[in-house]
DNA sequence: GTCTATAGCGAGATAGAC
DNA sequence: GTCTATCTCGCTATAGAC
């Protein structure tokens, strides 16, 4: 299981500069980030990034690669778990087993799997790097997760299907991007990271959506 | 020499500054886009662009802030209208009235409104823009909304109906962002700039969020 | 208002010593 | 593997001619 590994405080000098970059890419976005920036942040030599990782693209690449593997693997681990269980698989537990890991990563006490979400975030809704970088790591694990649904809403046009996982990824998107805007607009009431609250209202929410668009259950 | 060119169907120099900057803006993000190419996109002299506007930064808000006005003008329009017929306010008139003006937007002839819209998901889902320029210009109008939406669901908790919000939020934003990614996604059957369909399918999903985690309607 | 020219800086990348 | 040093480029911003 890909779960989150807590580090020693030091760690090797490539993983250093990978974590760094995660969480500089994270809040800034790519082209805010300066190579000089990352190193400062790795505490590390400038030349040292060029040297393991190539150009400013291939960082950002492994960066991205390295827990969407993790994630795909926890994902359609969870789908497996939830098939064993009951076949075909309930709507819920589909949902669940999409959203589940990425909460445990946010609640994980690996800060990385916090910033990689908001990298997911940043990835996904941008027009440069979203129908690359999202497409060629997450399409294959995606697919699965329709034909799941296809067949826990039979009656479900194709199309409806990819329009709701659509919405659904947009609604995480901006959840575990954890921007702090919901702070602001909700005077304090609600918080950006209190990802547990955030999980038990998402699950049901996008449930509903399914259901409505898509027909009624098996 | 110093004097306008004269361009056929193009508007006076700033706005066409704006028109060029929004575009760029809304694709790349905003440390991609140099001024420079911002002056080349608008067919104008580099210099002009800190005549008119003082720093990147200032075009930046002014852009953000143009279309911001309007967008709030015509969702309070959609939301008084709704109330004119009908008080409180049924859920789905809300919702309607939320996302139809940036449907209305997409569908129109003037391709910047396009462009906006995919500013807004760049913002809204950015740490470092969220929180400011989303709470400076949204926070207003959307406080009416979340009015409308308490009246509409008296059972509800205040922080489920901002979480709510939320998500429907990230639903709009990744949608109306017109990334591509659905294209691809879907093999082709989906396609992003599908906007009717896109809303004809969010509508009932969003308000089925609503509805299942903010309690039954009054 | 518009444009030329440039100051002043910092970026990405890499060659080569150790 | 690590670091020093540097090359080359393009950036923002602005002063000043027209």
Redesign the pocket.
């Known amino acids: 299981m890909g779960r989150p590994r807590s580090r020693d405080g030091g760690g090797n000098?490539d993983t250093l500069i990978l974590d760094a970059a995660e969480r500089l890419f994270a809040y800034h976005g790519y082209d805010a980030?300066?190579?000089?920036?990352v190193a400062r942040e790795a505490d590390?030599?400038?030349?040292?990034i060029?040297?393991y990782f190539?150009?400013?693209?291939k960082l950002f690449d492994t960066v991205f690669q390295r827990r969407a593997r993790i994630l795909n693997e926890d994902r359609l681990a969870a789908l497996a778990s939830a098939r064993a269980e009951c076949d075909p698989i309930p709507l819920e537990r589909i949902i669940e087993a999409y959203l589940r890991p990425l909460e445990m990563a946010q609640e994980s006490e690996d800060q990385g799997w916090r910033n990689y979400c908001a990298l997911l975030a940043y990835v996904n809704t941008s027009p440069v790097w979203g129908p690359v970088l999202m497409s060629r790591h997450f399409d294959g694990p995606m697919e699965a997760f329709v034909e799941a649904l296809a067949a826990a809403l039979p009656r479900a046009e194709r199309a409806d299907l990819y329009w709701c996982y659509h919405f659904m990824s947009g609604a995480m998107s901006l959840t575990f991007a954890n921007t702090g805007r919901i702070n602001v607009m909700s005077g304090g009431l609600c918080r950006s990271d209190d990802f547990q609250t955030a999980y038990d209202r998402m699950i049901p929410f996008v449930v509903a959506g399914f259901e409505r668009v898509c027909g009624p259950l098996k």
């Open positions: 000098r980030v300066t190579l000089r920036a590390v030599d400038l030349a040292l060029g040297y190539g150009a400013k693209q």
